[in-house]
């Protein structure tokens, strides 16, 4: 039998940073009792936690300042990705998928979604006026949807609050 896990899917710098609070408050709360997360993160921004079995980098989902040679790289990225969600499949039962944000989630999120794993995205603390791409996309297909400022409701009428983490 596979072990549960609950795959973390983030990004450098403040989605990096989110997410280990997040972290930090689930084994505060007593909620990292027998949890075991793997993570899922852009290349060189690993989390080292007690409760992360394992960590797997990948390349950005996309890249901000599209030119010719990255439309040329979307095949391997998306043959990457799918290689990854074999590999994490083979050796894991993922029961939920939690992210920070951010392209990144997009399409492991749909794939594990189609595999009966719960979606939960957290749009990032940076966003008061806009919608980042993520949130845009991840808002139709997580399960649960959380903001972190108030002022997002108005673009995720059906969000939950939760405050900063």
Known sequence: MKPKVIL????SGGHKA???????RMVEKGAGNGLKFLSI??????IKHPLVVENKE???FRNKYFSLANFLKIPQKYL??????????KKYQVVAVISTGPGLAIPFSFL?????????FIETWSRFETQ???GKVMYRLADRFYIQNRSLA???PSAIYSGLL
């Open 8 to 11: 973390l899917i983030y990004g």
């Open 18 to 24: 989110q997410m280990e609070r997040l972290l930090d």
């Open 41 to 46: 993160t852009e290349s060189g921004a690993s």
């Open 58 to 60: 990948q390349p950005a």
């Open 80 to 89: 990457n990705f799918f290689q990854c969600f074999l590999s994490i499949r």
């Open 112 to 120: 594990f979604k189609m595999v009966k794993a719960k979606i939960i």
């Open 132 to 134: 980042s791409y993520a």
């Open 154 to 156: 108005r673009f995720y």
